[in-house]
């Protein structure tokens, strides 16, 4: 059983007591909403005349089910338009923040809330959406929950859940030049699987890990639920509280000096026990795709597709329906797949340094011909941001659409769809059938940058050929 990790710290300071059947109450930090997950949670409120417990601990924002075309109400949308009239009923009912469209806030729940400050060290977060382990990238730990535990954190600010266990993966060296925080996650999930980090918090950790900027953290953390772990963390440290110094709910003064020494404090210790360690070489790791309909079914660039032969008896199934439904055939290159759409956005890339990335390699390049491309910035905060620097106007150039913020193609509840069975080069975090909104449609998992050299290209390319750096 671990002990003196950072998630038994947690654990432990905010446990409230023990269960029946092993189970522990844990007291929530901050619980985050959207239109999506929490209509049915109010309404199981008011069928038992329940209030929110602790509405200043509770921040909503609207992200699914926005368009990203116009954003003008009513939405066309008559299903989208009474689930974010419900959100806002709700939340002016039970006095919840909420930061809607227009505000300047508004954005993917996981966007917005580290980029406020909301996010801290120590904290135990909530939030009715699966990739809500994004916020571990700042040493919380934070939970995904179904909209039953939507309603119980409502009403008493506090989760039911066991104890997992602890899995550090370590990382040795560094990524290479055109190898991202992307690859990294995807070359983790191809080598552990789906389902490997079931019953895990993964804690990541090492030089690697340690040099990255807190959005690249973000994007790892994010993806730690597609690797089956309940959540991800990585130990707060300067590189976390420079990010958060100055945000709108960062401490401020002499709260920040004595915040900072506490969440230093939850690192970690170097004698902390582990359940289970895994150590990687991240100078070894490749841009990153994926061929099939899971996020493991990855392969470096330069990679062919997996014959069936080369897998073992468990993963064949699965990759013999992924070659029928990605009309694939193994053994050959992923490279010089030609794509139909390009998508840059989600929780998982659609924050400010991957619109950089991604315009640093189209400035001076067009679309290429026949491929839909767009961008769909995080939040209001970032799209401002990129803006401002005038990357909008790169992407333009080039062909591609800029658009307002949201979730969009990633699970395509809004207006962005593929369409039969197009095949789409994205940065979002999964490739299930029919995920980005067509029930054939094909989705290649990517980072920002590999994306926009998919769409200035045509098709899937080693980026690192683009930046004209050796692979």
């Known amino acids: 059983m671990s002990s003196n990790t950072l998630y038994d710290k947690i654990w432990d300071l905010h446990r409230v007591t023990e269960l029946p059947g092993g189970a ?17 949670a109010f309404a199981a409120l008011d069928e038992k005349k329940l209030s929110v ?13 926005v368009p990203t075309t116009t954003q003008e109400r009513p939405f066309l949308d008559s299903l989208a338009e009474e689930m974010l009239q419900t959100l806002e009923l709700n939340c002016k009912k039970h006095s ?17 809330a580290p980029e406020k400050g909301l996010t801290q060290p120590g904290m135990t977060i909530a939030c009715g959406d699966s990739h809500t382990s994004t916020h571990g990238a700042f040493g919380a730990i934070a939970f995904g929950i179904g909209t039953s535990q939507v309603r119980d954190v409502l009403a008493s600010q506090t989760l039911t859940m066991k104890k997992l266990k ?37 804690e990541f950790a090492g030089p690697a890990i340690e040099s990255l900027s807190m959005e690249e953290r973000m994007t790892i953390c994010n993806m730690a639920i597609e690797g089956g772990a309940r959540c991800g963390y990585i130990n707060p440290d300067k590189t976390t509280f420079n990010y958060l110094k100055g945000k709108s709910y ?30 990687f070489n991240a ?74 990335k991604a315009a640093e390699i189209v400035k001076g390049r067009q679309v290429a011909k026949g491929v839909k491309a767009f961008v769909v910035p995080g939040s209001e905060q970032v799209a401002q ?19 307002k913020p949201g979730c969009s193609m990633c699970l395509a509840m809004n207006p962005d769809k593929l369409e039969k069975n197009q095949i789409s080069a994205s940065s979002s975090n999964r490739n299930f059938k029919g995920r980005q909104g067509s029930a054939k449609g094909r989705t290649l998992l990517m980072s920002p940058a590999m994306v926009a050299a998919a769409a200035v290209t045509g098709a899937v390319i080693d980026v690192r050929k683009l930046f004209s750096l050796k692979s």
């Open 166 to 202: 602890v899995r550090r993966l370590w990382f040795d060296g560094q990524l290479g030049p055109g190898v991202f925080a992307k690859d990294l996650i995807l070359h983790v999930i191809q080598i552990l699987g789906v389902k490997d980090g079931v019953g895990f918090a993964y």
């Open 250 to 279: 960062s401490p401020k003064g002499q709260s920040w000096d004595a915040a900072t020494k506490w969440w230093e404090s939850l690192q970690s210790d170097t004698n902390a026990i582990y359940d289970d360690e895994v150590r």
């Open 53 to 65: 417990s602790c509405p200043e601990r509770t921040i909503a924002t609207v992200d699914h089910i």
């Open 96 to 112: 919840i923040k909420f930061f809607g469209l227009g505000s300047g806030n508004q954005g993917i729940v996981h966007v917005i």
């Open 283 to 356: 100078s070894k790791i490749p841009p990153t795709v994926t061929w099939g309909i899971t996020p493991g079914q990855a392969i470096g660039v330069n990679a062919s597709i997996p014959r069936p032969e080369s897998l073992d008896k468990i993963d064949q199934q699965i990759a013999l329906e992924a070659y029928e439904y990605m009309n694939l055939e193994p053994g050959k290159p992923i490279e010089g797949l030609p794509i139909d759409v390009c998508f840059i956005g989600s929780c998982t890339n659609g924050r400010l340094s991957d619109l950089e």
């Open 24 to 40: 522990t109450q844990l007291f929530i930090g901050l619980h985050l909403i959207h239109e999506v997950t929490s209509p049915q």
């Open 385 to 403: 941001e990129a803006e401002d620097q005038g990357l909008h106007d790169i992407f333009i150039k080039a062909g591609f659409e800029w658009r």
